[in-house]
C-alpha cells in the first residue's frame, strides 16, 4: 500500500491481493487518520496482474480533482493524479530535490529519469546554469516546461529516449542559457 496525501486529498495504491481484500477499510483508516475529504486510486501496476487483480484508476471518495498544483520548497509543480506515474509525484524525494538545491549553484544538471521535472526545477530554483531532462515519457516535459515558464526559470531542454540507455548512446545537448532569475 502507497498513499500520498496532498492536503485534503489522499492518492492510494494497492498493489497486492491482500490489500485489495481491505480496500474499503483501507480507504476509510486514510481518510479519517489523514484528515482528506477525497480520496483517488491508481492502483494500475502490472504486479496486480501476477495476483489475478485488474488495474483500478479513479475516485476513491468524494470528487477529487484529476490534476492539481502542488508547492514545495517555494517551488509550484503541476501534478497529475489520473495520468501522471504512480500516485502522482515522488513525495519521498522531498529531501532529496531540496538537497540538490542547494547543491545546483553554477553547474550543469542531467536529469535521467525526469518525469515530473522535480529535480529539474529544484536545480534551476537553486541557481544551476542549464538542466537537461532525459525521460521516455512523451508527457514528461509538459509539466518542467509550464512550470519553468511560469517560475522564469531557463531550462537546458528535454530529450525524449530511454533513460536507462543513456550511457549507451551519445547525446548532443543544446544549452539554453539566459539572464531570468527567481
Do not use: M
Amino acid at each position: 500500500v502507497v498513499c500520498d496525501r496532498y492536503a485534503g486529498l489522499a492518492v492510494l495504491q494497492l498493489s497486492s491481493a491482500g490489500a485489495e481484500r481491505w480496500r474499503e477499510a483501507l480507504v476509510d483508516a486514510v481518510i479519517d487518520a489523514g484528515g482528506c475529504r477525497t480520496a483517488y486510486e491508481r492502483s494500475d501496476l502490472e504486479v496486480r496482474e501476477l495476483e489475478g487483480l485488474a488495474s483500478r484508476t479513479g475516485p476513491l471518495r468524494g470528487a477529487p480533482p484529476d490534476v492539481a498544483t502542488i508547492a514545495e520548497h517555494g517551488i509550484r509543480y503541476r501534478v497529475d493524479f489520473a495520468h501522471g506515474q504512480k500516485t502522482g509525484f515522488y513525495l519521498d524525494q522531498r529531501a532529496n530535490r531540496s538537497r540538490l538545491r542547494a547543491l545546483a549553484a553554477g553547474r550543469e544538471v542531467l536529469n535521467a529519469f525526469c518525469y515530473s521535472g522535480g529535480f529539474s526545477l529544484a536545480a534551476l530554483a537553486g541557481g544551476a546554469r542549464s538542466v537537461l531532462s532525459i525521460d521516455s515519457s512523451a508527457a514528461a516535459p509538459i509539466g518542467q516546461d509550464l512550470a519553468a515558464l511560469l517560475l522564469g526559470l531557463p531550462t537546458g531542454g528535454f530529450i525524449d529516449r530511454n533513460a536507462s540507455r543513456a550511457n549507451q548512446t551519445v547525446y548532443q545537448g543544446f544549452f539554453v542559457q539566459d539572464d531570468w532569475k527567481v
